[in-house]
């Protein structure tokens, strides 16, 4: 699952200040709701499903800040966290 608020971002957009988020679900109904809120407020967001992470094509580093947004099970998302803190330095929340 992969869904994105813009489809004609380019690199320029962040450089002129665009924010950009990548958002980490487990839950199909959040992540379009994440990617329509934050897009309405001209916040790029990028979904990718917590078992994309790992053949996710997205460069995590050139994200601004990274959602976990997780429902289930709290030892998951605290895996997910570990896991992304070793990839990255980019803040989580």
Do not use: N
């Not at 947004?69 to 992304?84: G, N």
């Amino acid at each position: 699952m992969e869904y994105s608020s813009t489809s004609h971002q380019t690199h320029a957009d962040s450089v002129l200040g665009r924010a950009r988020v990548l958002i980490l679900t487990d839950d199909a109904d959040a992540s379009r709701a994440w990617t329509f809120v934050l897009g309405r407020y001209d916040i790029e967001a990028k979904v990718i499903a917590y078992d994309g992470l790992a053949t996710a094509s997205t460069k995590i580093g050139s994200f601004h800040e990274i959602l976990v947004d997780h429902y289930d099970d709290p030892d998951s998302a605290l895996q997910i966290c570990r896991r992304l803190r070793d990839m990255t330095q980019q803040p989580l929340l």
